[in-house]
């Protein structure tokens, strides 16, 4: 037996898993014609310098990077949004706004492996470029609350904040961009004495400690009271008038947010808006989350273009998806095996088999030489649904044998209308 193994963080993914995967994709895919989003496919490999751009030192740090043949530092993709945005300051950057942008696929990040965590994971990414207002956020987290529901998800739940509120308290404490970014990386892990460690005026890291504990009734109610906390801080209590305005949109859409979360910050740097994530009772990380970052276009050079996105975590919905044992809402395809009784019934066979695939009926053609009743037990065994076999005596007739496994039933059927009585 071979001893290879997939290297550290990284899966082969069969049956069930892979299955559940490409579903969650093909309604990721689905989720973005809904809401009009185009697909765009970029690079897995990207120049080092364009991914660490702006991403936030948490990423930078666990980029796979290496140097090609030609001596250019590169890295693998650990997310889409640097990408994207690239694309929105050239190819499309006459495109009129707003850009609506979808993009699925592997990334890479060297992430300590553990349930739900991976080196290679799956994101399906979405990008609205071109709209500074409330309205554009709300778009996105209801695009969110669609995938998780067309999904078939049970008990979701989203998180609300705005890392301008951080920003805003932190800014007007004259306190510089890098280390707001780490203490905003600390807050991200719940690390709270820590980030308060990093700062030095007291009235700040009370004004924080208050933003900590704060909790309100309900999300209303804690938005009201985040208000209340901050006067004195303007940009901050912009940035909470900015998220009850997304809030109202949103819940009044008929998508209900289960929290706000007053000292929210996510760990990508370019963040400078509503940010968000989703999660399911089932797993305690999130599925799902995004935020607006109004200044990342113009880092890549382009026209000032204020951004909202999201990134879904496909090998996490997948994981809620299993947990919750939903139902894949899959067309029902039947599956067939074709199998020819003798040698000089083979290209017949085949000819059959080839006729189903063009009606779309999925069908597998019998390559293992096996007899009959071996051939049989095998297609039983992977819970195939029928067996046409193909004989001299029933060719004759223009027929074939046709075998419901599943009812343990048999009958003979004409070739020009199998197709149609399996898919029956
Ligand atoms: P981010 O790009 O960090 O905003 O992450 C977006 C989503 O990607 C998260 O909410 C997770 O669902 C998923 N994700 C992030 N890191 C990993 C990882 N190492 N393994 C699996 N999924 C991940």
């Known amino acids: 037996m071979s001893s290879f193994q997939p290297v550290r963080g990284m899966r082969d993914l069969t049956n069930q898993d892979a299955e559940t995967l490409s579903y969650v994709i093909s309604k990721a895919r689905e989720t973005a014609q809904l809401y009009d989003f185009q697909e765009v496919i970029t690079p897995v490999v990207e120049p080092l310098e364009l991914l660490s751009a702006k991403s936030g030192e948490e990423i930078r740090q666990r980029m796979f990077i290496f140097e090609d043949l030609g001596g250019r530092k590169v890295a693998l993709r650990p997310e889409f949004t640097a990408s994207i945005a690239r694309l929105a300051t050239t190819t499309l950057k006459n495109e009129p706004k707003p850009l609506r942008l979808f993009s699925v696929g592997s990334v890479y990040r060297y992430d300590e492996p553990q349930k739900g965590r991976y080196r290679e994971f799956w994101q399906a990414n979405f990008e609205l470029m071109g709209s500074s207002r409330p309205e554009a956020d709300a778009e996105v987290i209801l695009l969110a609350n669609s995938l998780l529901k067309k999904v078939g998800l049970k008990g979701y739940a989203l998180k609300l904040g705005h890392v301008g509120v951080l920003k805003g308290i932190m800014t007007q404490e004259g306190m510089d961009d890098k280390t707001q970014n780490a203490i905003l990386q600390k807050m991200d892990k719940k690390e709270y004495d820590a980030a308060l460690a990093m700062v030095t005026s007291e009235k700040c890291q009370s004004t924080l400690r208050g933003l900590i504990d704060l909790k309100g009734s309900d999300v209303f109610d804690t938005v009201e009271q985040m208000k209340a ?65 109004d200044k990342l276009i113009e880092v890549f050079g382009g026209e000032p273009t204020p951004a909202v996105g999201m990134a879904a975590g496909i090998d996490r919905i997948s994981l809620a998806v299993q947990a919750q044992k939903t139902a894949l809402q899959k067309p029902s395809q039947k599956n067939v095996m074709v199998i020819a009784i003798k040698e000089a019934q083979k290209t017949k066979a085949l000819r059959i088999a080839q006729m189903l695939r063009d009606a779309d009926v999925s069908a597998e053609f019998e390559v293992m030489g096996r007899k009959m009743a071996k051939a049989l037990e095998d297609a039983d065994k992977r819970n195939v649904d029928y067996a046409v076999i193909v004989g001299e005596r029933e060719l004759k007739e223009g027929k074939v044998v046709l075998k419901n496994l599943k009812q343990r039933t048999q009958t003979e059927a004409e070739i020009a209308l199998l197709a149609q009585k399996i898919k029956v």
Do not use: N
Not at 242 to 262: H, M, N, Q, R, W
């Open 229 to 293: 906390h901050l006067q004195g801080y303007e940009k901050a209590v912009a940035a909470v008038e900015d998220l009850a305005a997304v809030l109202k949109l949103v819940t009044e859409s008929g998508c209900p947010i289960e929290t706000v979360d007053p000292a929210f910050a996510r760990g990508l740097e370019y963040y400078t808006g509503m940010i968000f994530e989703l999660y399911v009772p089932e797993l305690d990380i999130a599925l799902g989350g995004g935020g607006r970052y």
